[in-house]
């Protein structure tokens, strides 16, 4: 994904102008951002093609070029469109690996909600066809291309899906059993609602969480088991690398990988009062789920399982937040009263993960309070539903 000479970049544009191309601008962070739109008869074979050209300006030390987008997207998406290559290539940096998926999440977090079902779906269809289109030409678009589209293209197909169950904020008691449903789904299962409805009502009638027994049962329906929490090896988790790397490998095999974190990460609405009442010492966690694909790592939460928390594992600062996530539990227990926010836990959780000495051993007990789990078919069971 390189860089171009500031004269073809100067030319290009010479030649835009010459076309009357129309501009439009949009503001990103208080600068204005000007941009082409462009007949889509220019790139047929890609629809809602989007144009980037940028060189590095060493004597301002930053990139400079310009964007464009075709005429095919609504006038309303346009500047998201651009608003991913500027993140990419002015930003991030187009050497940096992951640039694409992490471009892509940080559109998806400023994008009006307004907007995002109408850009999901469209986005979606982008990469799904860019894929192929790099495929076809070698020569321009190596496999670093086409790695980078399809963990965006991950990103986005979680962003999207319709068929997960939503906690309602009012019952926070019964995170268990929309997350081992939605679990089930992403195997791509088809839970029967009656089952889904019954297995919620066991848990608020009886005011607890699932048993590892009322998990087994449910399972058993549709084929599936579950095991133990999984402990890596103790090796594999020295250094946030190596835990990274084994965390990646682990829940990219296995997913979804079952796992609770902090209550106070969760995507609950706050203003809504609980109508359940239970005791005050729980619930202390918040079981979600976790899947992952090409370095990207997908933490789907029952209040909002369409709004994922994202990690792109190729840069370093979600590395630790992952981590940080991963271990919430644990530092929810040693950091109360003073941690009283998501944002006070997650910076008392980065700067312990950030002491190389103290990591290994922070890991290790971090991971116990994760219970990370993933669900397996059972020998004589047949999955995909009833």
Same mark, same amino acid.
């Given at each position: 994904?390189?860089?171009?000479?500031?004269?073809?970049?100067?030319?290009?544009? $010479? %030649?835009?102008?010459?076309?009357?191309?129309?501009?439009?601008?949009?503001?990103?962070?208080?600068?204005?951002?000007?941009?082409?739109?462009?007949?889509?008869?220019?790139?047929?074979?890609?629809?809602?093609?989007?144009?980037?050209?940028?060189?590095?300006?060493?004597?301002?030390?930053?990139?400079?070029?310009?964007?464009?987008?075709?005429?095919?997207?609504?006038?309303?998406?346009?500047?998201?469109?651009?608003?991913?290559?500027?993140?990419?290539?002015?930003?991030?940096?187009?050497?940096?690996?992951?640039?694409?998926?992490?471009?892509?999440?940080?559109?998806?977090?400023?994008?009006?909600?307004?907007?995002?079902?109408?850009?999901?779906?469209?986005?979606?269809?982008?990469?799904?066809?860019?894929?192929? %289109?790099?495929?076809?030409?070698?020569?321009?678009?190596?496999?670093?291309?086409?790695?980078?589209?399809?963990?965006?293209?991950?990103?986005?197909?979680?962003?999207?899906?319709?068929?997960?169950?939503?906690?309602? +904020?009012?019952?926070?008691? &019964?995170?268990? &059993?929309?997350?081992?449903?939605?679990?089930?789904?992403?195997?791509?299962?088809?839970?029967?609602?009656?089952?889904?409805?019954?297995?919620?009502?066991?848990?608020?009638?009886?005011?607890?969480?699932?048993?590892?027994?009322?998990?087994?049962?449910?399972?058993?329906?549709?084929?599936?088991?579950?095991?133990?929490?999984?402990?890596?090896?103790?090796?594999?988790?020295?250094?946030?690398?190596?835990?990274? $790397?084994?965390?990646?490998?682990?829940?990219?095999?296995?997913?979804?990988?079952?796992?609770?974190?902090?209550?106070?990460?969760?995507?609950?609405? @706050? +203003?809504?009062?609980?109508?359940?009442?239970?005791?005050?010492?729980?619930?202390?966690?918040?079981?979600?789920? &976790?899947?992952?694909?090409?370095?990207?790592?997908?933490?789907?939460?029952?209040?909002?399982?369409?709004?994922?928390?994202?990690?792109?594992?190729?840069?370093?600062?979600?590395?630790?937040?992952?981590?940080?996530?991963?271990?919430?539990?644990?530092?929810?227990?040693?950091?109360?009263?003073?941690?009283?926010?998501?944002?006070?836990?997650?910076? #008392?959780?980065?700067?312990?993960? @950030?002491?190389?000495?103290?990591?290994?051993?922070?890991?290790?007990?971090?991971?116990?309070?994760?219970?990370?789990? #993933?669900?397996?078919?059972?020998?004589?069971?047949?999955?995909?539903?009833?």
């Amino acid at each position: 994904m390189s860089n171009f000479e500031r004269d073809a970049v100067q030319k290009t544009e $010479a %030649y835009f102008l010459e076309q009357q191309f129309p501009t439009e601008t949009m503001e990103i962070d208080g600068e204005t951002v000007s941009y082409y739109v462009m007949p889509q008869r220019l790139e047929p074979a890609l629809p809602d093609f989007a144009f980037r050209m940028t060189y590095r300006d060493e004597e301002m030390s930053s990139t400079k070029g310009i964007f464009g987008v075709s005429d095919s997207v609504p006038e309303e998406l346009r500047p998201w469109w651009v608003r991913h290559e500027y993140e990419e290539f002015v930003r991030i940096g187009h050497e940096a690996i992951g640039c694409c998926a992490e471009a892509e999440k940080r559109v998806l977090v400023v994008i009006p909600e307004a907007l995002r079902p109408d850009y999901l779906s469209r986005r979606m269809r982008f990469f799904a066809n860019l894929i192929p %289109y790099f495929q076809l030409h070698p020569k321009q678009y190596d496999e670093t291309f086409i790695s980078e589209a399809q963990g965006t293209l991950f990103l986005l197909q979680t962003a999207i899906r319709n068929d997960l169950v939503v906690q309602p +904020s009012d019952t926070p008691i &019964a995170c268990s &059993a929309y997350s081992l449903v939605n679990a089930l789904t992403l195997k791509g299962v088809s839970v029967i609602r009656e089952d889904t409805d019954r297995l919620i009502g066991q848990v608020v009638q009886h005011r607890l969480p699932l048993s590892n027994k009322d998990e087994q049962e449910f399972l058993a329906q549709y084929g599936y088991t579950i095991g133990l929490p999984w402990a890596p090896e103790a090796e594999n988790i020295q250094t946030v690398g190596t835990a990274i $790397a084994t965390f990646a490998t682990y829940i990219e095999k296995h997913g979804p990988v079952l796992l609770d974190i902090s209550t106070f990460l969760s995507k609950r609405d @706050q +203003s809504i009062v609980p109508r359940i009442c239970v005791d005050s010492d729980w619930p202390k966690v918040h079981r979600v789920v &976790a899947i992952a694909s090409r370095g990207v790592i997908a933490i789907i939460d029952p209040y909002k399982p369409t709004d994922p928390e994202v990690f792109c594992l190729a840069q370093q600062e979600d590395q630790i937040k992952f981590l940080a996530w991963l271990c919430s539990v644990y530092f929810q227990e040693i950091s109360l009263p003073d941690a009283t926010t998501s944002d006070e836990l997650l910076s #008392h959780a980065v700067s312990a993960i @950030q002491n190389e000495h103290k990591f290994p051993m922070i890991a290790q007990f971090g991971i116990m309070k994760a219970s990370l789990q #993933h669900l397996r078919e059972e020998e004589s069971g047949v999955s995909g539903g009833k």
